[in-house]
């Protein structure tokens, strides 16, 4: 079992920044990737960005075209989080945030930017950018 806690989320104006962050406890050891994922009112949850570990170096990042040079992933081993640093924000970026994980070996051959990849999610954070 792998439990996740979000926080970082907040109102900003368009143009500005916030840092999500994703704590993990539990198995993580276990997990290969760990993923954002986005669920704006009224729409599917959307991917976001993972970051993915070839033994234990947690190199592999990839983005949603939406985000692409304006949102950051990075792991934090120390503090066992995973963290989205989320700049030049939209108004289209306003969603509720989560983080997600995979159950490691189970999981592989699975595609990483989708939903069914994850078996462990956090509550989710609130992201609401003003105009």
């Known amino acids: 079992q792998v439990n996740l806690v979000e926080s970082g989320g907040g109102l900003v104006q368009a143009g500005g920044s916030l840092r999500l962050s994703c704590a993990a406890s539990?198995?993580?050891?276990?997990?290969?990737?760990m993923g954002w994922f986005r669920q704006a009112p009224g729409k599917d949850r959307e991917y976001v960005a993972h970051?993915?570990?070839?033994?234990?170096?947690?190199?592999?990042?990839q983005y949603a075209d939406p985000v692409k040079g304006r949102f950051t992933i990075s792991r934090d081993n120390a503090r066992n989080t995973v963290d989205l640093q989320m700049n030049s924000l939209k108004p289209e970026d306003t969603a509720v945030y989560y983080c997600?994980?995979?159950?490691?070996?189970?999981?592989?051959?699975?595609?990483?930017?989708?939903?069914?990849?994850?078996?462990?999610w956090g509550q989710g954070t609130q992201v609401t950018v003003s105009a």
């Open positions: 997600s994980a995979d159950r490691g070996q189970a999981s592989r051959g699975i595609d990483e930017t989708t939903a069914r990849r994850y078996a462990y």
């Open positions: 539990g198995r993580t050891s276990s997990v290969y990737s």
């Open positions: 970051i993915s570990r070839i033994g234990n170096m947690w190199t592999y990042k």
